[in-house]
């Protein structure tokens, strides 16, 4: 009952994924069958987030450096 009042208004599930995990897709396909949805699935990765990562790791390791060497 309360899926017709949650869902009634939609007409797709969008899945956005940011990893290439078929399992992920078919619970996705899934839902969006039960719900009565159309399937519409979107890769997207990490885009720049793993360089930030590595940046700040860097950033992060050097700054610790420099604090010992004054002490």
Request: aromatic share 14%; net charge positive.
């Amino acid at each position: 009952q309360l899926r017709d009042m949650y869902f009634g208004n939609y007409t797709r599930a969008l899945y956005i994924a940011q990893t290439d995990d078929e399992g992920l897709r078919q619970k996705a396909r899934r839902a969006a069958d039960e719900l009565g949805l159309t399937y519409d699935y979107r890769f997207t990765g990490y885009g720049a987030f793993p360089d930030f990562v590595a940046d700040a790791i860097t950033a992060s390791t050097s700054q610790t450096s420099q604090q010992k060497q004054r002490r």
